[in-house]
């Protein structure tokens, strides 16, 4: 085996982990080799599973639902707007703690 089917093996294991049937990682690479034109798709893409789905992450905007032939899939980093959201509570509220209740409550939760 090469380093390269190594690699691979490893991460159909964690897509198994994830809930995903070996059926459906095995669609999932023969239509990434397709998509991408390539024998080793997993070298050009980062792969992403709710256990449901796979999806490709080619770039850090760019992020596909494999099985829906390229559909876009919309992503919200939830720190940033956290973020944001203390700065405007702080400017509407200067005396205010810096980080509201109910955001502490989610982190602990």
């Not at 690479?29 to 080793?40: G, P, V």
């Not at 792969?47 to 099985?67: C, K, M, N, Q, R």
């Not at 919309?74 to 509407?92: D, K, N, S």
């Amino acid at each position: 085996y090469s380093f390269g089917d190594i690699v691979q093996l490893r991460v159909v294991k964690r897509l198994l982990d994830a809930g995903m049937s070996l059926k459906k990682i095995r669609q999932a690479m023969d239509l990434l080799r397709e998509q991408l034109n390539s024998a080793t798709p997993l070298a050009d893409v980062t792969l992403l599973s709710d256990g449901s789905t796979i999806y490709a992450a080619h770039s850090a905007d760019e992020v596909v639902d494999v099985f829906r032939r390229g559909q876009g899939v919309f992503g919200i980093a939830v720190g940033p707007v956290q973020a944001e959201m203390e700065g405007e509570i702080h400017r509407l509220f200067p005396d205010e703690p810096a980080v509201p209740a109910i955001a502490t409550a989610a982190r602990e939760a």
